[in-house]
């Protein structure tokens, strides 16, 4: 809770494409009643980079696919008393998950070395120390860490955000009608 | 239409006539059976087990069970409705189903099942197993990342074609959906207008260039639970 007495929430996107994040921002007008019921804290929505407390809700968009998502997602299960798993690739992955058949040196070799558009006299893969590694596949959250509410879709629509903060924010249980639930 | 055949589901009594499936009573009854397999106008399977009901206290499949007068079966409860979100889920996770690009969204039986359950995500962990597409069919696309064996290809096509494009080949986990061909769709004489692509509950059988014609929004489970068709029917009417 921040001084106001506000809840906090925070916000990331894993391996994710920002996209749920975007539905989040197409709750419209409602973003003002938003910021009014809650305070922001580590999310790309204001920028800052760590927690500075504890959080009520931690949203998470994008699975697991390098170390520092598994960081980060931890980093979210200890700061966050309720963790929601926004979007289809923070369920099962989602589209980065389409690798999960192939093996990594493939994957490696097409984005680095043999792809159409690559351009790599030296056939290096980067491997700076900055750079996290890549975990041998794609991993759904609830794989990594305790995930306790799921909100499918991709992008999950903006009304199924809304209810379902609103509802948690409310402390009432998160249920959504027939139309909010989708998997596309 | 005399009824000879009494029974209860949930409760309620079903009149039907002697040969019918507890399936069949039902929906003419206007009480869905959630089901996959089953498919109107083919040979029931019993092989999804989704439509599992009880029986007097037995799981049985109500697509392949005969009514019989007296009979007690549960549909709707929760004992019954847990055990087919399991099925449901299971079947999510050893598949590859990407409904986000899936041109099958929203028109979907696996997934308006979902929806109609409200799973949220399954409990089981995804095994991303390793699937092969066929393209090589002008006209027709299988996916086997899609597919659930339910076989209402194989028996449409057997069945209603008369052709016998698709079977069943392996075992267990290594049990897949196979074309009679020395190796491709393309080779079997499947056409586009066949029974056999119709019938696909999900999207491992699709036809080619036809995707995405009807918005989100106005597809077949967006705004009403598949079933719900059924439930809405006045009793006899189908």
């Not at chain 1, 980065?96 to 994957?107: K, V, Y």
């Not at chain 1, 159409?116 to 996290?132: A, K, Q, W």
């Not at chain 2, 439509?51 to 392949?64: I, M």
């Not at chain 2, 096509?157 to 008369?162: A, I, K, L, T, W």
Request: hydrophobic share 40%; aromatic share 6%.
């Amino acid at each position: 809770m921040s001084q106001n007495g506000k809840p906090k929430v925070a916000t990331t996107s894993l391996a994710g494409c920002f996209g749920c994040h975007m539905s989040l921002l197409d709750i419209d007008d409602r973003i003002l009643k938003l910021v009014e019921l809650v305070d922001f804290d580590k999310s790309p929505v204001d920028d800052i980079k760590e927690f500075t407390g504890r959080c009520a809700v931690g949203l998470i968009e994008g699975g697991c696919c390098n170390e520092e998502n598994v960081r980060v997602l931890r980093d979210f299960r200890a700061h966050c008393d309720i963790l929601i798993a926004v979007g289809d690739c923070a369920t099962m992955g989602g589209i980065p998950a389409l690798r999960n058949n192939i093996p990594l040196q493939e994957c490696y070799d097409e984005a680095y070395r043999n792809g159409p558009t690559v351009y790599n006299p030296s056939g290096r893969i980067p491997d700076d120390p900055e750079l996290p590694l890549l975990l041998n596949r794609v991993y759904p959250i609830q794989e990594v860490v305790k995930i306790d509410y799921f909100l499918p879709g991709c992008p999950p629509p903006a009304d199924t955000l809304w209810a379902a903060l609103t509802a948690l924010l409310g402390n009432q249980p998160v249920q959504l009608p027939y139309g909010l639930l989708k998997y596309d | 239409m005399s009824a000879t055949v009494e029974f209860t589901i949930d409760g309620k009594e079903i009149p039907a006539q002697p040969g019918q499936t507890i399936l069949e009573a039902a929906q003419q009854a206007g009480v869905y059976i959630p089901r996959l397999c089953w498919c109107k106008g083919l040979v029931p399977h019993g092989s999804c087990r989704v439509c599992t009901v009880l029986v007097n206290g037995r799981p049985q499949a109500a697509c392949t069970q005969p009514v019989a007068p007296g009979v007690v079966v549960e549909n709707n409860t929760e004992k019954v409705t847990a055990l087919r979100r399991n099925i449901i889920e299971m079947l999510f996770v050893e598949g590859n189903h990407f409904c986000m690009f899936c041109e099958k969204s929203g028109n979907c039986e696996l997934q308006a099942l979902a929806y109609r359950f409200g799973i949220t995500a399954p409990k089981y962990p995804y095994l991303f197993p390793q699937r092969d597409v066929d393209a090589s069919h002008p006209d027709v696309l299988l996916d086997r990342n899609r597919c659930i064996l339910c076989g209402r290809c194989v028996r449409a096509s057997r069945d209603v074609d008369g052709k016998h494009v698709f079977d069943f080949v392996g075992r267990g986990p290594h049990k897949r959906i196979a074309v009679n061909a020395a190796a491709r769709l393309a080779e079997t004489d499947l056409k586009v207008a066949d029974k056999a692509v119709e019938v696909c509950p999900v999207g491992a059988i699709l036809k080619k260039r036809v995707g995405y014609a009807v918005p989100v929004g106005q597809r077949q489970y967006d705004q009403q639970p598949i079933g719900s068709d059924i439930e809405a029917a006045p009793a006899g009417g189908r």
